[in-house]
C-alpha cells in the first residue's frame, strides 16, 4: 500500500549557512540578513537542533547528516531540492539553478541516510544532466507529491522546467499538474511546496496566487482524493504556513497516528478558523520557531524535511 506520509526524514545540519545571493533573485521570499555571518551560523544552529528535538519527541525517525564546511554552502539545510527517496527503492537526483548549490548533491550522503534508515536503493534517477541546458526541477520543492494517487503538483517557474517533470513523472508512474502562480507582484513563486503542502486527509493551497485560469481545474484535482481542501490566503503563504510537512509517528494512546510540522510562524499567521481546519485533520499540530532560516534562507520547514519512504 502507497503511504502519503512516512514515519522518516533526513536533515542537513548546517556549517556555512547564511543569505546566497545566486537563488535570491527568484526567491523573494529571501531576505538579506544585516547579523554578521558567524552569528547568522550560530542562530540557524541553534534553530536546526531544536528542530530535530521537537521531531524525535513526537517519534519521528530522523536522521542527521553533518554540511562540511568546504565549499562554503550556504542553502545546504534545504536537502529536499536535491534527492527525494521513494518506496520502491528509488532515489532521485534533481538539477538545481543556483551553481553553488550543486555541491549539496553527495553521494556520501545518499550512502551514509541509506545505511542509517535501512533504505534498500533499487535505482538512483539521475536528472542533473538537465542542468547542462539550463532546465531544472528542484526535488520536492518544485514537486508536491500526491503519491496515493500518483499526481506531481508543479507551479512553473525558473526552477521548475516542464520537459524536466515530464521526464520524472514518465520515469516515476505519475501524472503531472501543472499550473502558474505568482506573488502579489505577479512574480512567478519559486517553489510549489511555498504554496501547497498535501497530508493523509488534507490538502493545503494559496488559491490567490494560483492563476484563475488553472485554479478551478487544480482545485478540483485536489479535492478528488477526498482530502479537506484548505485554502491559505497570500498574507499566510507569505509567512511560510503553506510550507508544511504531515509525517506519521506512533503513540502509545493514539497508536498509528500522524504529526503537521510546520514553523511558529506559519503558525502565528494561521487564522483561528484554518488552524482549526488543520488540527482537525491531524493528531498532533507541532509548530518549531525557524527565524533566521526563514529570513535569510527564504524557506522553511517543509524545506529542511527529505522525507524518506523506506
Known sequence: MTLQCTDTVFLVRPAAFGFNAETAATNRLQRGNAAPEPQTQRRALAEFDAMVAALRSEGINVCVVDDTPQPAKPDAVFPNNWVSWHDDGTVV???????NRRAERREDIVTAVAEATGFRIARVLDLTRHERDGRFLEGTGSLVLDRVARVAYACRS???DARVLGEWCEAMGYESELFDATDRAGVPLYHTNVLMGIGDTFAAIGVECVAPADRVRVLERLASGGRTVIELDREEIEAFAGN??????????LGDSSVLVLSATARAALAPGRFAQFAACTDT???V???TIEQAGGGSVRCMLAEVFR
Open 158 to 160: 525558473p526552477r521548475t
Open 93 to 99: 537526483l534533481y538539477p538545481m539553478q543556483a551553481v
Open 244 to 253: 508544511l510537512l504531515e509525517l506519521a509517528t506512533w503513540d502509545e494512546a
Open 285 to 287: 499540530v507541532l509548530s
Open 289 to 291: 520557531p525557524l527565524p
